[in-house]
């Protein structure tokens, strides 16, 4: 018997699915999806349409959506802009440096090479917030860039 990855059709175990491990973590936080209307219904034209993730659509954004996430690597840069602003108090409090080397002498550069289960809580919360692919679900095919959907 093979073992199948959690992250792939239980058919098919080289084709990617986006699953509710990967997408429920963004569900508090507003998270936007592009969806083909003509995948939802047959015989309309190709329009691509977004929404809005809630518990109300989640089975629906699970089969027709994909999210749309901000890559990884730019975490150093967007958080730059944001840090010691009072309105994004999380930022301060989970990307500052003496909080990230208290946890394995995590430096911010890193973060975009660590698996999401090696990051703090809060600083995970912080990514998931600001709509960062934690789950490198972008390069799978399964997510697209804030910079190419819409």
Known sequence: MTKHSEKT???????????????????PY???????LSDVVPDAKYELR??????????????YAKPILRPIEEVEKYFEKLYSSL??????????????????NIEIQEIQLL???QLPYGTLK????????VFDL??????VSIYDAY
Do not use: C, R
């Open 50 to 63: 977004n929404k809005l993730l809630t518990t109300d659509n989640f089975d629906f954004f699970l089969k």
């Open 138 to 143: 972008i390069s799978q095919g399964l997510a």
């Open 9 to 27: 059709e239980p058919s098919n175990s080289t084709k990617p699915v986006l699953t509710t491990v990967f997408l429920a973590p963004y569900l």
């Open 87 to 104: 309105e994004h108090q999380d930022v301060t409090d989970y990307f500052d440096a003496d909080f990230l080397a208290s946890h394995d």
């Open 30 to 36: 507003g998270l936007k999806g592009n969806y083909l």
């Open 115 to 117: 698996e999401a289960e």
């Open 126 to 133: 912080v990514l998931l917030k600001h709509h960062f692919d």
